[in-house]
């Protein structure tokens, strides 16, 4: 299923993604630093959904209470209520 998820906190607007089976893939992030992003995005792609909110839910940008990480991992979470 494709979900889309609208950030808070972060230099990215938007995250989409799709979840089949527990895995997710096709991550793409809309605005934010584009390398980071797009490492974030290679490097989750394929792994179960409960990996990586575990991984990602709670690492931090500078001063900031979130991240794109983060916000992947509430997308997430998000994800999976519903």
């Known amino acids: 299923m494709h979900y ?3 950030t808070r906190g972060t230099c990215a607007s938007k995250i989409v993604f799709d979840l089949e ?3 997710v893939s096709n991550i793409r992030f809309i605005g934010g630093c584009s390398g980071n992003t797009q490492g974030v995005a290679a490097l989750a792609n394929g792994k179960p959904i409960e990996e990586l909110i575990e991984t990602l839910q709670g690492i931090r940008c500078g001063l900031r ?3 794109c990480p983060d916000q ?10 519903q």
């Open 4 to 6: 889309e998820y609208k």
């Open 21 to 23: 089976d527990g895995i």
């Open 65 to 67: 209470p979130t991240s």
């Open 72 to 81: 992947l991992a509430q997308a997430l979470l998000s994800a999976k209520e």
